[in-house]
């Protein structure tokens, strides 16, 4: 099965996929450290596979540029059949970032999700400081309806890291605790055919 865009293929992900990962760049930003994938040996990256494709509520994809490059992943997770909905999760290869590829394969892939899967709404949950992911994500049609506090990935962050400085306003101090601010979006099949 193949759902193919102007310039992306998006394709069930198979285990050797998750091996080429490994090659890929890595962000400089600390405050996008957790989509850095760390070295993995061939146990973790078999579990790594297959959680994020053994359960029937995730479907998982690999995303290959022309060149037949492995360039992203996606994928689908806690998906409700009965209500028709799920939550998007996109990470990119560093090296491919904000060269249109992004919104290309969330609009790619929605396309089939509303007309091919019969879905009905689309959720995913974003960091307030990643200015970039809210950017592709309202090209594609998501708006926002909540804004909530989580904890932050990494409570030993330099807060005086200039990225960090940046968004200060991204994140909330509590009892000592790193708290960053969520957005979650929604696009529906009715707001997407307009
Ligand atoms: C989020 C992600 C999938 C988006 O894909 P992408 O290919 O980089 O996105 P696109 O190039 O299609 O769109 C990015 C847009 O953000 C804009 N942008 C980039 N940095 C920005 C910033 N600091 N502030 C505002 N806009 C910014 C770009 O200019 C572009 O908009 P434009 O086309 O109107 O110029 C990708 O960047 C990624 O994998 N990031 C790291 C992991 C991640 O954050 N995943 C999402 C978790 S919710």
Redesign the pocket.
Known sequence: MKIRGERVIITPMKLKDVYSMMDWGK?DNPL?FD?NLPPLTHEEIREWYSYKTGRSNKKYYSVFNKDHRLI?YMGIKRIRRLWKDAVL??????N??????????ITTYLEYYFNEMKMRTMY????KF???????YS?SGFYIVEKYLDLFFDQKIDRTNEYFLQENSSFEIVEGKIYNYIYKMKIDRKAYKI
Do not use: M, S, W
């Not at 999760?89 to 560093?94: A, C, E, L």
């Not at 491919?96 to 394969?105: F, H, K, L, S, V």
């Open positions: 962000h996008f989509y992203g999760g996109i990470v990119f290869d560093p491919y970032i904000n060269q249109g590829y992004g919104t290309e394969t995913l949950e974003v960091a990643n200015k970039r992911a809210i950017k592709c090209k």
